[in-house]
Antibody
């Protein structure tokens, strides 16, 4: 069974930092592109960042480029999102999502349960 | 960047009705289009990819069509368990943009 479990969220002050983790199991992590998607409470889905299966290629939404860094450790079956210089508008539930295809441009066939990040003073 | 516009933003229909949701891309995306279903308080679920390919386990009352810039998701006979918000997503290139969502309710 495919499982993706996010951790590392919480309450942080504006300007602060967090590192989100997504531990996966049930599939060959090193063969799959991975992504982060966020959802503001009561609002829609926003793709945030993606990373190729090997980690060589990374992609970011304009809204987070320069503040967020995606990475992965294929030996630990874990995806990360380092989020710096947090703003109130970064408050959201953050999901990790598995790419369905091997390539980086892919729909997402499995999602984690989501982790809440709240930016507030 | 390519924008994805869904319509309507919400709809209310009766059980058994045929429901159609549209998604328009501001530029052509070939058939690199997915549809997701997000039930209240749940995680999004992939329904359709490559514009019309049904994901394994998805009921056959769901179907997708379109290519290029105009796409549709159809529920042939709306069921109570289909109450959800539906999102389209382009994945031809980054950013992998989602549409704004369509909330489907039972009348």
């Amino acid at each position: 069974e495919v499982q993706l479990v996010e951790s590392g969220g919480g309450l942080v002050q504006p300007g602060g930092s967090l590192r989100l983790s997504c531990a996966v199991s049930g599939f060959t992590f090193s063969s799959c592109a991975m992504n982060w998607v966020r959802q503001t409470p009561g609002k829609g889905l926003e793709w945030v960042s993606g990373i190729s299966y090997g980690g060589d290629d990374t992609y970011y939404a304009d809204s987070v480029r320069g503040r967020f860094t995606i990475s992965r450790d294929n030996s630990r079956n874990t995806l990360y999102l380092q989020i710096n210089s947090l703003r109130a508008e970064d408050t959201a539930v953050y999901y990790c999502a598995k790419g369905y295809y091997a390539g980086s441009y892919s729909p997402f066939d499995s999602w984690g349960q989501g982790i809440l990040v709240t930016v507030s003073s | 960047d390519i924008q994805m516009t869904q319509s309507p933003s919400s709809l209310s229909a009766s059980v058994g009705d045929r429901v159609t949701i549209t998604c328009r891309a501001s530029q052509g995306i070939r058939n690199s289009l997915a549809w997701y279903q997000q039930k209240p308080e749940k995680v999004p679920k992939l329904l359709i990819y490559a514009a019309f390919t049904l994901q394994s386990g998805v009921p056959s009352r769901f179907s997708g069509s379109g290519s290029g810039t105009d796409f549709t998701l159809t529920i042939s006979s709306l069921q109570p368990e289909d109450v959800a918000t539906y999102y389209c997503q382009k994945y031809d290139s980054v950013p992998l943009t989602f549409g704004g969502g369509t909330k489907v309710e039972i009348k």
